[in-house]
């Protein structure tokens, strides 16, 4: 009996939960993917940027894939409202394009990462 | 003839027992049927569209296809009550007698038709009923499940009108330009070209702006609305069957004179036969 309630009680929160679409999971894959890139100290200046390259181009593609992606709006979860409310952080390759700017600099100025934000930070230390 | 007469007045006092109540009580069995066979994927046409849709669905139906039967055979009944109407005038006595009653049984199926006409148009409209119904419910959980994903789909929107404005610069970006295109981006740019033309195409429609004006609360409405018509036509049928009672009232009514006049003469006859009279065979006596 305390078997079939387990049960049930899985069941139901499997149909409840909220559907994180296959696209958008993909997209933020590729996106944690180029971050990583951006992030490592331990590439060399060209590789790094041949592969943020690369990267650059597949994240185009995803992040198209969930423009277009009409599923994605039907039972959205918390992941997917918010990817969609952030734009600028979320959609890095339209982003960067629209403002004309290199794809890590945008992030960086996106998270507040700016050179004069930096120098700040160094005054306060001091 | 007293023989048929008998038949005649057993007849009629069936016709007056059949129609005694002012409510036609005889249980009636309809023939035919009518489910309606549309897909789903049909919901989503405009209310005006998809009554038009029901309507053809109906019309290959096996209810239809008895509906229409009885109407031609009411028309028939109609024509026919109409040549004895003015037959009757031209004969007397027997054949008057005789026309009178074929009056009543025509008078007697002439109801019992119409009634099952009316009984058919209001499974027909109930049905209809039950189809809106079905399609109002559906529409108000899909406007409640929506207005939670309004926020996400406006966002998606936006996002959709500002990428679209970005493709034409994202082509243009050297770096995409000059890369070895991906099997998903050289089948975007072909296939976005034709969306976007078709879209263009869409937009200019004449139905295209028909469509767009009905947000779902107006769909509601709209079907709101074909219920409420449907509802007032079963109304309509309530007061032709309310008619149609009287009218067998009526009918009841003439059965009975008939009966009483035919009575009354077999009683003459009947008493003259029955009792003998002597001055019938003062003769027999006198020789």
């Given at each position: 009996?305390?078997?079939l309630?387990?049960?049930?009680?899985?069941?139901?929160?499997?149909?409840?939960?909220?559907?994180?679409?296959a696209?958008?999971?993909?997209?933020?894959r590729?996106?944690?993917?180029?971050?990583t890139?951006?992030?490592?100290?331990?590439?060399?200046?060209d590789?790094?940027q041949?592969?943020?390259?690369?990267?650059?181009?597949?994240?185009?593609?995803?992040?198209r894939?969930?423009?277009?992606?009409?599923?994605?709006?039907?039972?959205?979860?918390?992941?997917t409202?918010?990817?969609f409310?952030?734009?600028?952080?979320?959609?890095?390759?339209?982003?960067?394009?629209?403002?004309?700017?290199?794809?890590?600099?945008?992030?960086?100025n996106?998270?507040?990462?700016?050179?004069?934000?930096?120098?700040?930070?160094?005054?306060?230390t001091? | 003839?007293?023989?048929?007469?008998?038949?005649?007045?057993?007849?009629?006092?069936?016709?007056?027992?059949?129609?005694?109540?002012?409510?036609?009580?005889?249980?009636?069995?309809?023939?035919?049927?009518?489910?309606?066979q549309?897909?789903?994927?049909?919901?989503?046409?405009?209310?005006?569209?998809?009554?038009?849709?029901?309507?053809n669905?109906?019309k290959?139906?096996?209810?239809?296809?008895?509906?229409?039967?009885?109407?031609?055979?009411?028309?028939?009944?109609?024509?026919?009550?109409?040549k004895?109407?003015?037959?009757?005038?031209?004969?007397?006595g027997?054949?008057?007698?005789?026309l009178?009653?074929?009056i009543?049984?025509?008078?007697?199926?002439?109801?019992?038709?119409?009634?099952?006409?009316?009984?058919?148009?209001?499974?027909?409209?109930?049905?209809?009923?039950?189809?809106?119904?079905?399609?109002?419910n559906?529409?108000?959980?899909?406007?409640?499940?929506?207005?939670?994903?309004?926020?996400?789909?406006?966002?998606?929107?936006?996002?959709?009108?500002?990428?679209?404005?970005?493709?034409?610069?994202?082509?243009?970006?050297?770096?995409?330009?000059?890369?070895?295109?991906?099997?998903?981006?050289?089948?975007?740019?072909k296939?976005?070209?034709?969306?976007?033309?078709?879209?263009?195409?869409?937009k200019?429609?004449?139905?295209?702006?028909?469509?767009?004006q009905l947000m779902?609360?107006?769909?509601?409405?709209?079907?709101?609305?074909?219920?409420?018509?449907?509802?007032?036509?079963?109304?309509?049928?309530?007061?032709?069957?309310?008619?149609?009672?009287?009218m067998?009232?009526?009918?009841a009514?003439?059965?009975?004179?008939?009966?009483?006049?035919?009575?009354?003469?077999?009683?003459?006859i009947?008493?003259?036969?029955?009792?003998?009279?002597?001055?019938?065979?003062?003769?027999?006596?006198?020789?």
């Open positions: 009996m305390k078997n309630i387990m049960l049930t009680l899985l069941l139901i929160s499997t149909f409840l939960n909220p559907s994180f679409a696209s958008i999971d993909n997209m933020e590729t996106r944690a993917m180029l971050i890139t951006m992030l490592d100290p331990n590439l060399k200046a590789t790094k041949s592969r943020i390259n690369d990267l650059k181009l597949k994240l185009l593609d995803k992040e894939m969930v423009i277009n992606d009409k599923k994605i709006i039907q039972n959205p979860n918390r992941h409202i918010k990817a409310e952030e734009f600028e952080l979320s959609f890095l390759v339209h982003a960067s394009i629209e403002k004309n700017l290199e794809i890590s600099s945008h992030w960086f996106e998270i507040g990462l700016t050179t004069s934000n930096l120098e700040n930070t160094k005054l306060i001091k | 003839m007293k023989i048929k007469s008998n038949k005649i007045i057993v007849f009629l006092i069936l016709t007056i027992l059949f129609f005694q109540n002012s409510k036609i009580t005889y249980a009636i069995s309809i023939e035919g049927e009518w489910k309606p549309i897909v789903e994927k049909m919901y989503v046409l405009p209310p005006k569209q998809l009554n038009r849709v029901l309507e669905d109906f290959s139906s096996s209810l239809a296809a008895t509906l229409n039967k009885k109407d031609i055979k009411i028309r028939d009944r109609q024509s026919k009550i109409n004895l109407n003015e037959a009757i005038l031209s004969f007397d027997e054949e008057k007698i005789e009178q009653h074929q009543i049984i025509e008078k007697k199926d002439y109801i019992k038709d119409m009634h099952q006409l009316l009984k058919m148009k209001k499974k027909e409209l109930n049905t209809k009923k039950q189809f809106f119904k079905k399609i109002e559906k529409l108000i959980v899909k406007n409640t499940l929506g207005k939670s994903n309004n926020s996400i789909e406006n966002e998606r929107n936006k996002i959709i009108e500002r990428t679209t404005q970005l493709d034409e610069k994202i082509f243009d970006n050297i770096l995409i330009s000059n890369s070895k295109k991906s099997k998903y981006l050289n089948a975007y740019s296939n976005k070209r034709a969306i976007d033309s078709l879209r263009k195409a869409i200019k429609h004449p139905m295209s702006q028909l469509t767009s779902p609360d107006n769909k509601i409405q709209s079907i709101k609305n074909l219920v409420e018509n449907i509802e007032t036509e079963v109304s309509i049928i309530e007061l032709k069957e309310e008619l149609l009672n009287y067998a009232k009526l009918v009514l003439d059965a009975m004179q008939l009966a009483e006049n035919l009575s009354d003469s077999n009683e003459f009947n008493n003259q036969s029955i009792y003998n009279d002597p001055n019938d065979v003062i003769e027999f006596f006198i020789n």
